[in-house]
């Protein structure tokens, strides 16, 4: 026996155990990353990780069987028969076996990769979980009076807007961790895998009279050992102060180290006024809701008239002022008909009102950076405003998605999507994060992965209608496929009749490239009076008839259509004469309508104010807006070269839309048009 163990150390057979080990645990782990986000079902990764630890004794009785040396493999001579005979073979493999089978066994009661799923049935990969990791569920309202829950919110809320201010832990954003409300049965262990922390803080809040009643209690989600618990019977005025007493007992127990402005910033008050942050409270849950409801704008508009009452409440409060300025900034961003010089004047104000307060807060640096991206495009200072703001507010995912969204527009296509997954890294089970990231994908015309993150977001809101509707809509992009986006509408139809107005753009795009004109009427009927914004392009209601008109060879309702359309969009950009949006929806209704050299000069004023250059997203479809706008007028050569320029760049252009969509009808038929869709097929 001694001579065998001798000769498995002249063997290296030991030393190929031990490399076999540390590099089969290696491999489990990056796969334990890497399946999960393609989604490989649950038997192919466990068959992955069988055939890693079945490897095990078959390396053995190679390391057996042969001898490395120099880089070459050749068998190894031994000492005779007994050496190599069979049984000791046997008696190798055997060993191998048991050990791999032992593996197996610790890999089946704890394996790296497999969270269980939660309610959606998202998966979350868990195999990196920070000690210093904690996320703030909503706390029970326990008072009497219902409408107190806007206050028990907020106490959550501080205590976790407290907490991700210190840069040695990480904090879980309040738009994930909010759909744990506190009436529904939790499992605690699952939410710290799916969160992706080690740590959970609940409580209760019980509001009577002038008095206040906070309990709390962390709890470690991987053991559901109960760590720490309090209760503070207060006057309501020191409410706050309970927050911040409970923000620091939760930064001990995780033995966090605070620096002197971490702990500044945890015992500073919002407001004096709780009415003020009851407001504020509310505004920030409906600009939450932005991520999940198609009533985008509908919820800005409240928030910012909430927020209006909380700042003149008290005119002092500086973070009112600062999501003021966000909201007002999204409003003014996203398209819509309140893309005015007076709504951006609305935003100046708040700003400003936040940089006389507290200039050199991370808040301040955040909203401003926010500011100089949307209202200005201004994206190298909001970047510096950004890289300010992550200094104060590690924990907070708005300044990574920010980052990544310019990024984007940069055509800084891979930095864009890192800082878009760090963002999801601190707020997991953001929806609107991950429909993000599926953009970044389509704009590089990179279906798979496009496919796989909407995959993602369908496991986390399955009955999201928006995210049903753009999966299914990769079929028509990348194959000119209209069949499950047809049956993606039918079943949303079915299930709600009167929910077709929030996907009315998505249907009438369906039947414009199914030329289906009783279909196309029924979506039209459906579009909002107010019109729809596709990117950040606003398209008044009677853009959406001219275009149906035209596709069906109705002429007379086609001009009448794009006429009223175009008195819509001169008072859009009376004021704002060099606003390329408003432009290059000018150029294609005055294309419509034949009117030649006016088309050519606002289409190309557009992408002159806009160039990829310096917008990699919004100046690629001004450039495929400029294609349209030739193709319209009978300036085919034009058409064709523009068309040949916006193929080699990222954008939203597709092939399944060229084949498909009447809108290129007057280039089909030209032997260039097939050259054209060859660039558009995806490889």
Known sequence: MKSFFEELKKRRVYRVAFGYIIAGSAIVQVAGTVLPIFHAPDWAQQTFVV???????????????????????????????????????????????????????????????????????????????????????????????????FFTDGVADEILTDLAKIADLKVISRTSVMQYRSGIQRNLREIGQQLGVAHILEGSVQRAGGRVRVSAQLIDARTDTHLWAEHYDRPLN????????????????????????????????????????????????????????????????EAAQLLEQAVTRDPNFFLAYCRLAEVHDLIYFLGTNEHTPAQLARAEAAINNALRLRPESGEAHLALGEHLF?????YDRALAELALAQKTLPNEPLVFELIGFIERRHGRWEDSTNHIKRALDLDPRNLFLIQQLSITYETQRRYPEMAAVLDRALALAPSDANTRIVRALVDLDSRADTKP????????????????????DQWLYLALCERDQVTGSRALAAVPSNGISLGSTWFPRSWCEATAARARGDTNASRAAF??????????????????????????IDAGLGRKEDAIREGRRAVELLPISKDAIDGSDLMTNLA????????????????????STPGQLSYGQLRLHPYWDPLRGDPRFEKILALFTPK
């Open 628 to 647: 349209l706008v030739y193709a319209w007028i009978g300036e085919k050569d034009l058409a064709f070269q523009q068309l040949t320029a916006v193929a």
């Open 374 to 378: 949307r209202a200005y495009r201004d």
């Open 238 to 301: 020191d409410v706050f102060a309970i927050q911040s007493e409970i923000a620091q007992a939760i930064a001990d127990q995780l033995k966090a180290k605070l620096s002197d402005t971490e702990k500044a910033a945890i015992a500073q008050k919002p407001t004096a006024d709780l009415n003020a942050y009851d407001l504020y409270v509310r505004a920030n849950i409906l600009r939450a809701r932005t991520s999940f409801e198609v009533r985008v704008k509908e919820n800005l508009l």
């Open 51 to 149: 055939l890693i630890a079945f490897g095990f004794p078959i390396a053995l009785v190679l390391a057996w069987c042969f001898d490395i040396e120099g880089g070459a493999i050749k068998k190894t001579p031994g000492d005779g028969p007994a050496t190599v005979s069979t049984r000791r073979v046997w008696i190798l493999a055997g060993a191998g076996w048991l050990i791999a089978l032992l593996a197996l066994a610790g890999y089946w009661l704890w394996h790296p990769w497999r969270a269980p799923s939660g309610p959606s049935g998202l998966q979350i990969v868990a195999s990196h979980i920070l000690g210093k990791s904690v996320a703030v569920l909503p706390f029970q309202n326990l008072s009497d009076e219902k409408e107190n829950a």
């Open 485 to 504: 986006l047809h049956d993606t509408i039918d079943s949303l139809l079915a299930e709600n009749p009167g929910a077709a107005n929030l996907f009315a």
């Open 563 to 588: 006429t009223a359309a175009r008195v819509e969009i001169e008072k859009s950009i009376r004021d704002q004469p060099d606003y390329a949006q408003g432009l290059t929806v000018l150029a294609m």
